[in-house]
Structures are given as C-alpha cells and as structure tokens.
Nanobody, 117 residues
Framework: QVQLVESGGGLVQAGGSLRLSCAAS????????MGWYRQAPGKRRELVAI???????NYADSVKGRFTISRDNAKNTVYLQMSSLKPEDTAVYYC???????????WGQGTQVTVSS
C-alpha cells in the first residue's frame, strides 16, 4: 500500500502562482510514475502532468509552459509549480502514484485550487 498526502491548494487570483506537493509513504518501489490530475465540477478527471522516476515528464497541452512538475526521489515527493493561473484551472487536484512493477495505482485525497478572475 502507498499513502499520498497532498498540500498547497488554495485561492489565488488569475495570473498568480501556487505550488502543490504530494508526499508518498508506504511500500514504494523505485520504478514508478507520479502525476497530477484534476477534476472540475461536472467534468471528468483529466491528466495535468506526470513524471517518471527517471525524470521524464509529460504535460497536458492546456498547461504547457505554465506548469512544471518535479520530484524529489529521496523524499518520495512530487511537486506541481503552477504559474499564470487561469480561472479554468479551478479544480480539485489529485496526486497519483503508479508502481510500474505491479501496475497498482494510488490516489491522494485531492486538494482544491480556485482561481478567481
């Protein structure tokens, strides 16, 4: 089992910045992918960004150039630096950890990000 604890959400004005953190604990193996997803009211959960344990990244087109995902493998923590935030970025942001050996996935509880116009 892997437990994920997210932090860093909140209310920010359009154009502002926030940094989300997600700390993983439990049975963690070195070959994994961590990422951020978001779900706005009435919409499906969507990928925001993912990062492999080797540091390869992938972003949704809607956040490219504005968001940066990074990780600290020693701390089993993934970060999402969000800049130039827009009202359409408003959503609950979820952290995901996937073990590439077992293919088991784990989700955090979510953190609310609200961007006011």
């Amino acid at each position: 089992q892997v437990q994920l604890v997210e932090s860093g959400g909140g209310l920010v004005q359009a154009g502002g910045s926030l940094r989300l953190s997600c700390a993983a604990s439990g049975r963690i193996f070195s070959n994994n992918v961590m990422g951020w997803y978001r779900q706005a009211p009435g919409k499906r959960r969507e990928l925001v960004a993912i990062i492999t344990s080797g540091g390869s990244t992938n972003y949704a087109d809607s956040v490219k150039g504005r968001f940066t995902i990074s990780r600290d493998n020693a701390k089993n923590t993934v970060y999402l630096q969000m800049s130039s935030l827009k009202p359409e970025d408003t959503a609950v942001y979820y952290c995901k950890h996937q073990d590439m050996g077992t293919m088991m996935s784990y989700w955090g509880q979510g953190t609310q990000v609200t961007v006011s116009s």
